[in-house]
């Protein structure tokens, strides 16, 4: 073990003069006390954590000779080499007398062996995970911890700003389940720093651990980037170990100053004695009923594994699935201390393994004895669960003790060891399994029928058995039996997916089922009608009613299903603003509502940016620069910046507020002016000056940020907004603040549009976009030379767009009296659609056109419409920019259109309902 | 199966592999896609064309809800231009597009029947005398009648004046 060697290196270079050397010593001790409370080693460990004493002694300067407290820990890290040594000797062929102990020594040694490459690799930084770890466990870890590292930063800020019990819990917690984890992963460096974390928390008062805690919380997230190969490399954690060690000594020292530094308590003794006083049922419901709730879901898991294992012995992968599922079970209840589970899932684990590393093999009684354990371990789970619901006290199990003789038993039958079975033995003999399971009863033909339909129509590639599995009564062990009588050996499925999760609500789940429900019993009714030839219309229109009151109520239950709070982006903004407050040494009052208010998850994954950009702003420039200058201006000392989230008009809007310096216009139209962005002599109005900050050009930091304090990155801000069909808007008072308020669509999928014909083609227009539409009866429409047309609408000159000349769409007409115009706006600017006829409203569900058609400029996605034919929505934006792009660069100019022009008739919607329902019916 | 393509001789790399091919008509002659890159066999319905596309773009349909690209072949090949037939119908594939997978519909005359070609029938393609772009063709499958083409349908996709058509407009 080079670790060992190391430390010996350094323990003999080591000056106890020299703090930075013993700090060395002392997190590479963790990493060996780590190790060998991994192997369960408690010489090792004792070991360790006397060295640590002492070397804790000499840092703190808690002694009158530092130079023998050295020589020591020199001694004891010379018996550590030997102890390691020794261990490492032991080799496999070493004659004893019990063949488990051998076994089992043999086992060790190869865990030993692995890991030891794990803790090398593990001070270095992997790039790769070693092989034996399963790299789906990892990436499900990995997606875990970056969930649960906003919910720890948000403790984190919680402990700030409340300093209760509830937070300081909640990271223990929280740093305790990472601690196991990574262990079980062999991540050590988050493992060693998790558990001084763990120390310090126990021993330095809470709130006082605040920075360095989100430091360890940023250091986390570099971590798992990196892992998750979003980062080239990680900083070092000695640094934050380093801290933590010092934190934990200070107060210590502070405290028993005359009394021996205390131990640093093993975290086993820990949670040992958390538990033992028989109260793991208070403050650890939850923890147990997660517990739970994983175990049994692993179990379900571990079944349809052990039939893939049953046809096919070599099955490395369903192998180690249920290794992995016992393993997982066996940390979390020894955390739990729930004792019987764990280590009966370690006498299982232990048989995996050694069949995992081929000191074992597999045969039916072992396979029976798995099948067993796992039907065991179903039992125990549910006696905790019991026992958790009903408060009584946890029952044991009494096929324990049998059955953990049948392993030790089979442990022991030395046959094994040379036996090899054979896997094509039974080859060639195939008997259909639907068959055999009839013939022995444990499903009828209509399962086995069902399933095979199932399989054929190809809705699903699982395997009969475990169709069977799931439709059937019939336990896995059943089947499995039947299944040895086929064994065929030669499918084999492909790994797991990984794919992406969400948490829903039961309660909206229920909902949706309820919903689905009620639309079936519609549905009978509706075909019920049809068949009931009297009475037909009356009947029928109610029943259209229902319908039509379902499909919308499903529709909105289906979107809510993929929304999700706003609470962490939230959260992360608080953290960003109190970051840059202390960067910037400005004191600020972060204040936020409605952080509960859901949005689709994509928006809320988009928006994140744009606020980050929003935020630095505000706090960086928006804030006067010091609390002079605000006193001076007549405000509190203490900056206020507000993120509000709430409801408004089928909208969801998110302000962003501060009460800082705020914009100034004509500063602003200066530098526009000044970088050609706008021509000189513009006439703006102030809302349209503040929009320029949002102009591409107009971002760089150096030309605003001074005076007006804002423009970096606005743009950036804006195309995000876009991209999800929101606006935003700006209100700005020159030495009272800004606000900015979002806009954004409750949803991205669904749109009301507006359905117009031309010529035989049917487009849609967003209903948000419209304005007016109406038929012309005279003609207003002017040509301005050969650039295009406009059409006079009051007193102002609008663009007009013929649809058949853009799209070149065949059978369009040209007649002004059959036509429509209609007028859409996009942000400030006007435009009219001039087309065949408007067809009606309809709800639609945007499809995107694919990759391919990405951009094509003046469609921005596509949809069904009823009659089952795609119907292509207009882009307004993109139309507007052709328009520009051709001509109208002087609109202003046009001159007053020749006499008889009339104001358009309006149309209002009662035209619009009357002249869809022609077409409909 | 052996699915690894392997050169028949030094002088020609055959990227065709050997397999089961779906073989359909262009003018009486014969094309052969994977069989494993479609995903069904559609008769031709309603299309909605798309302003500002290339000629071959058809438009778009709505295969069960999902909106997905129609090519014509035919003009793609620069052949000549046909009203659809009777048995003119979409072969719905499964490619890759730039890293992207996507669904695309493409119209042919006729769908004729699934063979398999062993690698010794297939055969490099010619480099000239052909009708349509022969480097989309990764070989020749023959059978006891017929000469098949076979096309390497994600290689058409690739090519940039395709992928391309997005900045159109």
């Not at chain 1, 994983?294 to 046809?311: F, M, N, R, Y």
């Not at chain 2, 359909?24 to 008769?43: A, N, P, R, S, T």
């Not at chain 2, 299309?47 to 778009?60: L, S």
Request: charged share 30%; with cysteine.
């Amino acid at each position: 073990m080079e670790e060992i060697e190391k430390l010996s290196e350094a323990v003999v270079l080591a000056d106890y003069t020299n703090t930075d050397a013993l700090y060395d010593l002392h997190s590479r001790l963790g990493v060996i006390k780590n190790w060998g409370v991994d192997h369960k080693n408690e010489e090792i460990s004792e070991t360790v954590i006397k060295a640590e004493k002492l070397l804790e002694k000499i840092i703190f300067k808690d002694s009158d000779n530092p130079e023998e407290l050295l020589e020591m820990v020199s001694e004891n890290i010379s018996i550590l080499q030997s102890l390691i040594g020794s261990d490492e000797l032991t080799g496999p062929f070493e004659e004893t007398d019990d063949f488990t102990e051998t076994a089992a020594e043999t086992v060790n040694n190869q865990e030993d062996e692995a890991n030891k490459e794990n803790l090398d690799e593990g001070i270095k930084f992997p790039t790769k995970l070693p092989d034996h770890i399963d790299q789906n466990f990892f990436v499900d870890f990995l997606k875990n911890q970056i969930l649960q590292l906003e919910e720890f930063e948000a403790l984190i800020m919680g402990l700030e700003r409340f300093n209760d019990s509830k937070h300081i819990e909640g990271i223990q917690r929280y740093i305790h389940t990472l601690k196991g984890e990574s262990a079980l992963l062999e991540l050590h460096h988050i493992e060693s720093l998790c558990h001084v974390s763990e120390d310090a928390l126990s021993k330095v008062p809470a709130q006082g651990l605040v920075e360095i805690l989100f430091d360890f919380k940023d250091w986390l997230g570099l971590a798992f980037d990196y892992y998750a190969g979003k980062r080239e490399n990680v900083p070092p954690e000695n640094e934050l170990y380093k801290r933590f060690v010092l934190l934990v000594a200070g107060v210590e020292f502070a405290k028993e100053k005359t009394k021996n530094i205390k131990i640093l308590k093993d975290e086993k003794e820990q949670s040992s004695n958390k538990v033992s006083d028989n109260s793991f049922f208070e403050g650890n419901e939850e923890l147990l009923n997660d517990f739970i709730n994983e175990s049994i879901e692993h179990l379900e898991g571990i079944d349809i594994q052990l039939l893939e294992l049953e046809t096919d012995f070599s099955d490395e992968e369903a192998l180690n699935s249920v290794f992995r599922a016992f393993h997982t079970i066996k940390g979390v209840a020894g955390y739990l201390s729930l004792d019987d589970i764990a280590e009966f899932s370690h006498h299982v684990e232990d048989l995996l393994h050694r069949i995992r590393k081929k000191t074992f093999f597999l045969n039916e009684s072992i396979m029976d004895i798995i099948f067993d354990s796992v039907d065991l371990m179903k039992l125990m789970v549910n006696n905790v669960k019991t026992a958790l619901t009903k408060g009584v006290a946890l029952k044991r199990e009494n096929k324990l003790k049998p059955l953990l003789k049948r392993i030790e038993a089979e442990l022991n039958n030395e046959a094994n060891a040379v036996f090899q079975p054979s896997f094509d033995a039974s080859y060639g003999k195939k008997i259909k399994i639907g068959e055999l399971l009839v013939e022995s009863g444990f499903v009828n033909e209509n399962d086995v029928e069902r399933a095979l339909e199932e399989q054929m129509s190809g809705e699903s590639d699982k395997k009969l058995g475990e169709l069977l599995y799931q439709e059937t009564e019939a336990s896995a062990k059943e089947i499995a039996q039947t299944l040895r009588n086929q064994k065929t050996g030669i499918m084999k499925t492909s790994g797991y997916r990984v794919s992406e999760v969400l948490r829903i609500d039961a309660e909206r789940l229920d909902k949706l089922v309820d919903r689905i429900g009620e639309l079936v019993i519609i549905e009978s009714m509706v075909s019920q009608t049809l068949k009931d030839n009297t009475n037909q219309f009356s009947g029928m229109n109610t029943h259209m009613r229902q319908l039509d009151k379902i499909t919308r109520e499903l529709q909105e239950m289906s979107t809510s299903l993929r929304m999700v709070s706003l609470r962490s982006t939230f959260q992360k903004m608080a953290r960003l603003v109190r970051d840059l407050a202390k960067k910037s040494d400005k004191s600020v009052e972060f204040v936020m509502s409605g952080e509960d208010t859901e949005l689709d998850k994509t928006m809320v994954e988009t928006i994140g940016d744009p606020l980050v950009h929003m935020f630095r702003n505000a706090v960086d420039h928006g804030l006067e620069k010091t609390p002079e200058d605000r006193q001076k201006a007549g405000k509190p000392a203490k900056g206020r910046i507000e993120l509000k989230a709430y409801h408004k008009g089928g909208n969801i809007l998110i302000e962003v507020t501060d009460d800082g310096r705020g914009m100034d216009p004509e500063y602003i139209l200066a530098k526009a002016v000044k970088q050609g962005i706008i021509p000189e002599n513009s006439n703006l109005s102030n809302k349209e000056i503040l929009g320029l900050i949002f102009t591409p050009g107009f971002s760089s930091a150096d030309v605003v940020t001074d005076v007006s304090g804002r423009g970096i990155g606005m743009d950036v801000v804006k195309r995000n907004i876009d991209s999800l069909r929101g606006k935003i808007d700006i209100e700005s008072e020159k030495g009272k603040g800004s606000k900015f308020i979002i806009s954004l669509p409750l949803t991205l999928a669904i749109i009301d549009g507006m359905l117009i014909g031309a010529g035989d083609e049917k487009y849609i227009i967003p209903s948000m976009s419209v304005i007016r539409v109406f038929k012309l009866k005279e003609n207003n429409i002017v040509k301005f030379f050969d650039k295009g047309e406009m059409i006079k609408e009051g007193e102002e000159y609008i663009p007009l767009i013929r649809l058949k000349n853009v799209f070149n769409i065949k059978n369009s007409g040209d007649s002004i009296t059959d036509s429509i115009i209609i007028i859409v706006k996009y942000e400030d600017s006007y435009l009219a659609i001039f087309t065949d006829n408007l067809i009606g409203l309809q709800q639609v569900v945007i499809k995107s056109l694919g990759k391919n058609f990405g951009d094509i400029f003046s469609i921005s996605g596509s949809a069904i419409l009823p009659d089952g034919s795609v119907g292509l929505i207009l882009n307004i934006e993109g139309l507007l920019k052709s328009v520009n792009t051709s001509s109208n660069e002087e609109l202003e100019e046009i001159p007053e259109s020749e006499d008889g022009v009339n104001e358009p008739e309006e149309s209002g919607n009662n035209e619009i309902d009357s002249k869809s329902a022609d077409i409909f019916i | 199966m052996d699915m690894v393509s392997e050169s028949v001789n030094d002088e020609f790399s055959i990227a065709a592999k050997p397999g089961k091919y779906l073989i359909f008509f262009l003018d009486k002659e014969l094309y052969g896609i994977e069989i494993m890159l479609v995903q069904e066999i559609i008769g031709i319905m309603q299309v909605t064309r798309v302003p500002k596309t290339p000629d071959y773009m058809r438009g778009v349909i709505n295969l069960r809800g999902k909106v997905i690209p129609l090519i014509d072949i035919r003009i793609k090949f620069g052949l000549e231009k046909k009203e659809d037939a009777k048995k003119t119908c979409i072969i719905v594939v499964q490619i890759n597009i730039k890293g992207e997978n996507s669904t695309i519909g493409i119209i042919v005359d006729e769908v004729s029947e699934v063979i398999n070609i062993s690698r010794e029938n297939i055969q490099p393609p010619p480099s000239v005398g052909m009708t349509v772009d022969t480097s989309i063709i990764t070989g020749l499958g023959k059978t006891d009648e017929n000469v098949i083409m076979l096309l390497d349908v994600n290689s058409i996709f690739n090519k940039d004046d395709f992928v391309s058509l997005r900045e159109q407009g």
